[in-house]
């Protein structure tokens, strides 16, 4: 090995077996050669077998492979810090212990930093037993990236090929006391401090791997520590930045992703004072830091989510929860809301509808029939509401003759439309038609087939040509039709004395 090898791969190492021994193997074959790399890897107090895998490696390749052996630190910050104290490389690259590398990542990712005189580098990253990672940054090759109007912001883990010389200048290390996303704060400085960031993407440089138990620290990690962790993000990245579209650019990822991902579905299940400290943390933080332009770049549901925890209300943050993709929708002109809860005490703007209104209609319309005295009475439940939410939706009834009247559903789930069917207005017109609901919303006019009813319902009238029969029944495609014929009328026979 060179007295200064062009890159120093290392590699923090807890309990990571099987996974490890692809992980070195896979650095043992890389393209740019043992005469060029370092590998420093360091066994964070391993118990499975890890530590006598690396002396292996370290046995196998004499001057190529140094292991450090230490007592658990508690994350892989320690570990991490203590490898780049022993690095001697050009450049530095951080290998996690479960993921491995294409075998001419190393080669490819140096010779683009000399070539464009990157400080740092990033190589297409892939995804293994479903590992999900964001391809955004790796859409095309770029030599010149930015950190403020790109979607590195999305990418800040340290899985990267950086200078060393950056990292010295600015004795750049890994927070020690983050218990998790340590990695994140080293990487934001560096590409902050970077005279050049440049993306690889004609090629699968990484492989990030997501054990079979889920014991990646991402995935096991408490809600607490990953709050306190996004806490510490924040402010650290605020204190880098000045305050401005810069420091929005990177703000908004931890807002959109380490806080957001708090007040998701597994929220329920975190015990009430995780519930209440997550609330308060965020209502202090978006007091602070979550510009109008951070908040612009947000999902709606992020957007309503935040608002909510920030207004501390964990009940009604709670029922959002639940049920979603439940509530009912509200016409308001040519916009449409959706009516979660806090409606109309928060940014409209946190309840516009973005979805496929026709499908939530009808996922959510329920149908009553009951015969009546010369005909049928049908009752509607839609979930759609009239103006802020107080009065019923203006809805019609297409396909039938009827008296309809609308009503706020009695739970608040929708608009009852009432229809009463007389038979001798039904029996009029012979033929099959189909009975379909109208209504208006978001500037555009909607006709949605009635649910099929959980029985056919039958009634009859006389018609100046004879007897009809209206029925009610299910149709090819689980609506609701209905079919008028003719009754025939069979004589009498007389009976034989």
């Avoid at 046995?59 to 230490?70: A, K, N, S």
């Avoid at 149908?367 to 979930?383: D, H, I, K, N, Q």
Wanted: glycine share 8%; net charge neutral; proline share 6%.
């Amino acid at each position: 090995m060179a007295e200064t090898p062009d890159v120093t791969v290392i590699v923090a190492v807890y309990n990571t077996m099987p996974y490890l021994t692809d992980c070195l193997t896979s650095l043992a074959g890389q393209s740019i050669g043992l005469e060029r790399l370092q590998v420093v890897a360091v066994d964070d107090g391993s118990t499975d077998g890890s530590g006598k895998e690396l002396d292996r490696f370290a046995d196998l390749y004499p001057g190529v492979f140094t292991v450090i052996h230490q007592d658990n630190s508690g994350g892989p910050a320690a570990p991490s810090n203590r490898g780049l104290e022993a690095a001697r490389g050009r450049y530095v690259f951080f290998l996690g212990a479960d993921d491995h590398l294409g075998a001419e990542a190393l080669e490819r990712m140096v010779a683009c930093a000399d070539e464009h005189g990157s400080d740092v580098v990033l190589g297409r990253t892939e995804g293994v037993n479903g590992r999900h990672i964001l391809q955004d940054v790796y859409e095309r090759t770029e030599p010149d990236l930015s950190l403020y109007d790109s979607a590195l912001p999305y990418s800040l883990s340290n899985t990267k090929l950086f200078r060393r010389s950056l990292i010295t200048e600015h004795g750049l290390r890994f927070p020690e006391d983050m218990p998790v996303a340590s990695d994140q704060p080293f990487t934001i400085e560096a590409c902050v401090r970077a005279r050049r960031i440049s993306v690889l993407a004609d090629y699968t440089y990484y492989y990030a791997v997501r054990r079979a138990d889920d014991s990646n620290i991402t995935y096991r990690t408490g809600p607490l520590a990953r709050l306190r962790s996004a806490e510490q993000l924040i402010t650290f990245t605020a204190g880098l930045l000045p305050p401005g579209p810069r420091r929005d650019a990177v703000l908004e990822r931890h807002f959109a992703w380490e806080l957001a991902k708090l007040l998701r579905v597994e929220f329920l299940d975190f015990e009430p004072d995780e519930q209440d400290a997550i609330c308060e943390r965020v209502d202090e933080l978006s007091c602070r830091y979550l510009t109008d332009r951070i908040r612009a770049g947000l999902t709606r549901t992020q957007r309503y989510r935040l608002a909510l925890a920030a207004r501390r209300d964990v009940a009604a943050l709670c029922r959002s929860l639940r049920r979603p993709g439940t509530e009912p929708l509200v016409l308001e002109g040519d916009e449409v809301f959706e009516r979660l809860p806090g409606y109309g005490s928060l940014d409209p703007e946190c309840f516009a509808f973005q979805g496929a209104v026709a499908k939530r209609v009808a996922r959510g319309m329920r149908l009553e029939l009951s015969p009546a005295r010369g005909g049928f009475t049908m009752r509607v439940t839609v979930p759609l509401l009239g103006a802020c939410a107080r009065v019923p939706a203006d809805l019609a009834l297409l396909g039938a003759p009827a008296e309809v009247s609308r009503a706020l559903a009695a739970d608040g789930s929708g608009t009852v439309l009432t229809a009463r069917l007389s038979a001798r207005r039904l029996v009029r017109q012979l033929g099959r038609r189909r009975l379909t609901l109208s209504f208006c919303a978001g500037g555009e006019r909607y006709e949605i087939s009635l649910p099929a009813p959980a029985a056919p319902q039958r009634t009859w009238a006389w018609h100046r040509f004879g007897p009809r029969r209206a029925l009610l029944q299910s149709g090819k495609h689980d609506n609701l039709l209905l079919v008028v014929s003719k009754i025939s009328l069979r004589p009498l026979r007389r009976r034989q004395p």
